[in-house]
Nanobody, 125 residues
């Protein structure tokens, strides 16, 4: 079992920055992949970014490439999402996820085994 807790969300103006964190606890000694997804009311969860265990492989959704950076610190069992140049369309609940059975990165939400409770990001214009 893995527990994931997101933090760092909040209200920011257009063009601003936020850094989200995802702290993992429980079975954190295996080489698992992690990812960030976001969701707005009435819509499906959308892929944002993903990272493998070592951090050497990262994927980004087209809508955030060049603005967001995913990273992780395995010594702290924590993953991060640095979000710069935020736009109103980035407003969403952001969820972190862990793929325990494999360290292979995936952009599909169905590939992930554990999810956090989400943190709200609101970008005002």
């Amino acid at each position: 079992q893995v527990q994931l807790v997101e933090s760092g969300g909040g209200l920011v103006q257009t063009g601003g920055s936020l850094r989200l964190s995802c702290a993992a606890s429980g079975r954190t000694d295996s080489g698992y992949a992690m990812g960030w997804f976001r969701q707005t009311p009435g819509k499906e969860r959308v892929f944002v970014a993903a990272i493998n265990w070592s951090g050497g492989i990262t994927y980004y959704g087209d809508q955030v490439k060049g603005r967001f950076t995913i990273s992780r610190d395995n010594a702290k069992s924590t993953m991060y999402l640095q979000m710069n140049s935020l736009k109103a369309e980035d407003t969403a609940a952001y969820y972190c996820a862990a793929r325990i059975e494999t360290g292979v990165v995936s952009t599909r939400s169905a590939s992930y085994d554990y999810w956090g409770q989400g943190t709200q990001v609101t970008v005002s214009s």
